[in-house]
């Protein structure tokens, strides 16, 4: 599985983004998918996950209500609509991926054990 995320770039405080990470390989549907951003000198953190069928999104507490995370199966393709951006969302962006299996949610928020990553995509937001 090959992930690539695209849509990053400089917006302005408040202004708004639409992340993608497109996915390549077979039965995408039977894949979570999961967005982390990594701030300069910071540590990796989660940002948002999805089901395979896209009927559970889970967030980060401080992101909800300003993210959306969803996904189109039809196109192998998870998306991230950031709203509201604030200079503390500034970071890289990846996506990952892994075979959904019982009590994903649980686990997949510290990162660790995620089989697949993407290259990210650089998010700057400043006036």
């Known amino acids: 599985v090959q992930l690539q995320a695209s849509g990053g770039g400089l917006v302005r405080p408040g202004g708004s983004l639409r992340l993608s990470c497109a996915t390549s390989g077979r039965s995408f549907s039977s894949f979570f998918m999961a967005w982390f951003h990594q701030a300069p000198g910071k540590e990796r953190e989660f940002v948002a996950a999805i089901s395979g069928s896209g009927s559970s999104t889970y967030y980060a507490d401080s992101l909800k209500g300003r993210f959306t995370i969803s996904r189109d199966n039809a196109r192998n393709t998870v998306r991230l609509q950031m709203d509201s951006l604030k200079p503390e969302d500034t970071a890289v962006y990846s996506c990952?991926?892994?075979?959904?299996?019982?009590?994903?949610?649980?686990?997949?928020?510290?990162?660790?054990?995620?089989?697949?990553w993407g290259r990210g995509t650089l998010v700057t937001v400043s006036s």
């Open positions: 990952a991926a892994g075979l959904q299996t019982t009590g994903w949610n649980m686990w997949v928020p510290s990162g660790n054990g995620i089989p697949y």
